[in-house]
Nanobody, 127 residues
Framework: QVDLVESGGGTVQAGASLSLSCVSSGRTFSTYAVTWFRQAPGKEREFVAGISWTGGGAVYADDVKGRSTISRNNAKNTVYLQMGNLKPEDAAVYYC????????????????????WGQGTLVTVSS
């Protein structure tokens, strides 16, 4: 069992940056690929960024590529998402998800196959 708790959400001015954290209580967290998803009002949940369990691989959605960084500190059981130049369309509930049984360098980027979900942290963007 892996329990995930997101934090760092809030109201951010357009153009500013934020940092989200996903903390796990699971003792095997270091062997899980971790993925950030988000869901805006009236929209489907979508992929944002993912990182392999080794931290050596990362993938970003086109909308956030170049202005976002996903990283992890397995000693602290934490995965981070740093996002800069926030846009109104970035407003959403952000979820982290953990997926097991992947090769060391593999990133998981779809909802299918996810083993554990956090409950989300809300990000709003003011213009």
């Amino acid at each position: 069992q892996v329990d995930l708790v997101e934090s760092g959400g809030g109201t951010v001015q357009a153009g500013a940056s934020l940092s989200l954290s996903c903390v796990s209580s699971g003792r095997t967290f270091s062997t899980y690929a971790v993925t950030w998803f988000r869901q805006a009002p009236g929209k489907e949940r979508e992929f944002v960024a993912g990182i392999s369990w080794t931290g050596g691989g990362a993938v970003y959605a086109d909308d956030v590529k170049g202005r976002s960084t996903i990283s992890r500190n397995n000693a602290k059981n934490t995965v981070y998402l740093q996002m800069g130049n926030l846009k109104p369309e970035d407003a959403a509930v952000y979820y982290c998800a953990a997926t097991s049984r992947l090769p060391a360098g593999r990133v998981h980027s779809t909802e299918s196959g996810v083993d554990y979900w956090g409950q989300g942290t809300l990000v709003t963007v003011s213009s």
